[in-house]
């Protein structure tokens, strides 16, 4: 059993910012921000729902903690007086305050935080400067009497609204300014122009309602004032909590090194004692260790330090992971401790290369042996995407030199798996709703992921119809039934995974879904919304919704949906494991053999040529014989004799070669030798030249003549002489030196 563990502590000390999404303290804690407001809040002028400042402003804080929520009260048509608080009667000839969508609403539903935005009724309506400043200083006197803070916005421009009004306009700006200072938030520099109308590059069409990049602006301008770090509260004393506790790359075949991923949060006040945290690492076929890391200097307020340590996964096995800081005298423990990583691994893909050895021009058939493997792809390089052959067995085509090719093994299926995820936030809870599906490539849904509310066993009804579902909500002929699937409730509020077989899309489809229960009591959640609701990913977009009764019935819309939905799509070549890419080789073997170079012998002279090892058949001029083959001059003759051999190795491959034996009658050639005392020949082989040096002081005749016995050369000399060769043919010649005391033949080699 291989568990090998390896820590490493990083401490990244971070101040609180003062930005939002740099606040290590906000992601730890949620937050309920209220807005109340008119049509520009509720998301008149923009092109879609996902431009209106509002729900760019709900998506950032739901980045920072997906359980930010963001209410907005807004209508369109409100002035300053519908958001005054319950109690308060009007003047006369004003409205009357709504008790659905004002300051009173806002605090009963436990904001935060509560943002205003006003742009311009009042003012239409003639409402003067110091009656607008007076309501919205008591609806900022309401919340902060119960400790909610409101940041308001300023009024917006309006094209050709008149003097009157503009000066309106424009006072109740000033005085937002100078009354409410830091709190105010700028909705009118840089959007109006010097004649107090819209700029045209902000207008939406109508000369009151501002366009996508307007609401840009408005949505920067509310983020700049990092509400949720103005409204968060250090808690006194110690108080450390656990976040981001993650496996960093999970793999479904496990790893030698799995990372695991946290971060120590101090949400309290500065604490530069040493923090201990401890890991406990469960594995089924192994008992459990722990493990212990220590922080050392401790933390400031809104610091965090960031922790890893690695787990060998490798094994087969099912897995329990979960860390705790160890803190004496924190004021909250329940956060102390990360969620618990339970996974399971499955073995990895295993291939033992089986290589192939050929001859030359031949195919090869290469194979593996396979363990924990679904599926086997073969590459004629590392690098390759394309696989050129699949299975456990490859033949290649005919290679004339040794070659590698490439077996990968996978486990698991050969597509990419996504999910598309909408929010967690709900404050609808009802029986049906439907969405739309719009697939942006060619896809096959999986399963989808639903909020459900009451607890017990719940049968959730699925329908689907091509394209919208918009014109065909209390139509039940134009859905056709998807399935049914019944899920255990466990635990209210939840999300239960519900399955009701595969569907295809091809790039482009618009699928209308429509999901209720069967139990006609029963509900699932989903969230208020001001227009449609668009989530995208590369492959899919998510466009909710109508909330539908139970079943085809009234309609209530817009709804964003509390749901999930898994899908897959592509070609994944690496599937869900691969055992990495395993060398497999066709081995070219190219059998050599040498016989040397043509020789010549004496009538009286026999030869032994050597054919080489390692070879099962040896054939010379076409007889099977051994490896080594006699020449006795007297069976062969006086001339010249070819001698071919032809060999066969262990893999059937084959080597020819060829030599020439000359056998000749030259007498004395070997009963008459020369002393090398007197004669020096050098060099021998050569290629241009050769010296003979002649040692002592007689005249000494040289011939040198070829094979057949023609003369190349021929002279006496006393002392040294230099031979040129290099315009006579390659070979084996012979060199004759004859003193009057001596005489005998040296061969020449020219290469």
Known sequence: MRFIFFLTLVLIATSLFGQDDQNPCLGNTDFHIVILGSSTAAGTGPSSADSTWVNRYRKYLQEINPNNLVTNLAIGGTTTYHIMPNWFAPPPNRPASNPNNNVSQAV???????????????????FGIDEQMFNFQTIAAVADSVNIPVWVCTTQPKTAFGATQDAIQLGVQDSIFSTFENMAIDFWNGIALPSNDIDPMFDSGDGTHLNDAAHAILFGRVQEKNILSEIFEITSGTEFAMGNYKISDP??????????????????????????????????????????????????????APFEFSVNTFDSASYSIV????????????????????????????????NDTICKDEMAFLSVDFEHTDTIFWFENLTD?????????????????????????????????????????SNKDWNGVMINLVAHETLTMDSFSLKLEDVGIQGVVAYFKNGSYEGFENDATAWTLWGVDSVEVLTSGNFYNVDFGNKILEQGDTLGIYFHLENGGARLSYNDATDWVSRSSDELEIRSGSGI?????????????????????????????????????????????????????LSNQNISLDGGTNFTQYFWNGIAGGQFYNIDSTNFGIGSHEIILEVINEFGCTAIDTIEI????????????????????FPNPTQDFFWVKNLNSSAVRIQLF??????????????????????IPKGVYFLKLKSKDEWGVKRIVVE
């Open 549 to 601: 009764t139970h079943t085809f019935g009234i309609i209530y819309f817009p709804r964003d949906w509390n749901g999930e939905v898994f899908y897959h799509h592509g070609f994944n070549p690496e599937g869900d494991c691969s055992s990495g890419r395993v060398e497999v080789s066709a081995v070219v073997f190219e059998p050599a053999i040498d016989l040397g170079i043509d020789t010549m012998i």
């Open 385 to 425: 995407s394309v696989p050129i052959g699949g299975g456990n067995s490859f033949a290649t085509s005919a290679v004339n030199s040794s070659q590698t090719y490439f077996a990968e093994g996978i486990s698991g299926d050969l597509f990419y798996k996504e999910s598309l995820f909408t929010t967690n936030n």
């Open 108 to 126: 009963a539903l436990g904001a935060d935080a509560i943002i205003v935005n006003m742009p311009s009724n009042d003012a239409s309506n003639n």
């Open 323 to 354: 860390s705790a800081i160890i803190s004496p005298n924190d004021t909250i423990s329940w956060n102390n401790v990360s969620p618990v990583l339970n996974f399971t691994t499955q073995a990895s893909p295993v291939l033992i290369a089986q």
């Open 662 to 681: 000359i056998i000749t009658e030259f007498v004395g050639i070997s009963d008459e030798r020369f002393s090398e005392n007197n004669f020096q020949i």
């Open 706 to 727: 070829d094979l057949f016995g023609k003369t190349i050369f021929e002279k006496e000399v006393i002392g040294d002489v230099e031979i040129s060769v290099e315009d």
């Open 251 to 304: 793999k479904l075949c496990g790893d030698p090194e799995t990372i695991v991923q946290g971060e120590v949060i101090n949400l309290g006040e500065d604490n530069f004692s040493e923090i201990y945290i401890q890991h406990d690492i469960y594995n089924s076929t192994s008992s459990q260790i722990t493990l212990f890391d220590t922080i050392f200097g401790g933390l400031g307020a809104c610091e965090f």
